[in-house]
C-alpha cells in the first residue's frame, strides 16, 4: 500500500498542481485535501502549498488558519504526522502556532523571484533527511512575503536545537540569521520559503534538488 500525502486547496492557492506533482515524483500517492473540508482522508503526510490563500488578506495566512481542515492538520502534527509548510504555506503553519515567528514583507518591499542557493542547514527533520550536512540545493524563491522574523529568544531556541533546516546563501529577503526554513521541535513539521515543488526534474527547474524533502518525508513515514 503506497503511502498517501495530502495536498491541501484553499482559495488563491497557486503550487498545489505541483506539490502533488512532486509527491507522486517521490513514489506516493498525491490526495486532493479541499480548505473547507474537515477531513484529511486518511493521510500520512500533508503539503499546504504556496500561493495566495484567501487572498493574502489582513496578512498572508491569517484566515487560512482559521479554515476548517488546518483544524484537522495542526492535531494530525500535534501527534506526529509530517507536515510540510511551502511559502504560503509556511506562513500558514506560523500562523496556525505550529511554527514560531512570522513571515513579513521582504528587505526593500519588492517581491523576489530567482533562483537561489540555499544551505541544509539540519538534515535530522522528516523533510531533510535525504540531504548531507551543509549540502547546497537551488531552489526557486517568489514571494513578497518572505523575511523571516523572531524574537532574539527564539532564534537562539532554534539555532540551539537544531531547528534551522535551511538557510540562504545568498540573503535575499533580509530574513533574521538567513533563515529559510525551520522545523517544530520534534523536527516533523518543516516550513520554508522557496519552492522545492519547483525543482524536482533537471528538465522542467534549475534542479532537482528539491524532490529529497518529499523522499525524505516518505522515509519518515515508513519509519514511524
Known amino acids: 500500500m503506497s503511502t498517501r500525502v495530502g495536498v491541501i486547496t484553499f482559495p ?12 507522486r515524483l517521490a513514489g506516493a500517492e498525491a490526495v486532493n485535501l479541499w480548505h473547507g473540508d474537515a477531513d484529511l482522508k486518511g493521510v500520512d503526510a500533508v503539503v499546504v502549498p504556496g500561493g495566495f490563500s484567501y ?10 488558519r482559521f479554515a476548517p481542515v488546518m483544524g ?25 502556532g505550529l511554527l514560531p515567528g512570522a513571515l513579513t514583507r521582504n528587505k526593500g518591499l519588492h517581491f523576489i523571484c530567482r533562483d537561489t542557493w540555499l544551505e541544509v542547514a539540519s538534515n535530522t527533520s522528516a523533510w531533510t533527511s535525504r540531504y548531507e550536512q551543509g549540502a547546497d540545493l537551488l531552489i526557486p524563491l517568489k514571494s513578497g512575503e518572505g523575511r523571516y ?28 540569521r538567513d533563515i529559510a526554513g525551520i522545523s517544530s521541535a520534534n523536527g516533523r513539521v518543516v516550513g520554508l520559503m522557496p519552492h522545492p515543488e519547483h525543482a524536482t526534474e533537471a528538465l ?4 532537482d534538488d ?14 514511524a
Open 12 to 23: 488563491g492557492t497557486l503550487d498545489d498542481i505541483d506539490a502533488a506533482r512532486a509527491v
Open 55 to 64: 487572498g493574502d488578506y489582513l496578512r498572508a495566512g491569517a484566515i487560512a
Open 72 to 96: 484537522e492538520v495542526v492535531d494530525a502534527a500535534n501527534k506526529g504526522m509530517p507536515v510540510l509548510g511551502i511559502c504560503n504555506g509556511f506562513q500558514v503553519l506560523c500562523e496556525a
Open 149 to 176: 522574523v523572531a524574537s532574539d529568544e527564539v532564534l537562539d531556541e532554534l539555532e540551539g536545537e537544531g531547528r534551522v533546516v535551511f538557510r540562504y546563501r545568498e540573503n535575499l529577503n533580509g530574513s533574521m
Open 204 to 207: 522542467t527547474g534549475p534542479s
Open 210 to 223: 528539491g524532490l529529497g524533502l518529499f523522499l525524505s518525508a516518505l522515509d519518515s513515514v515508513l519509519v
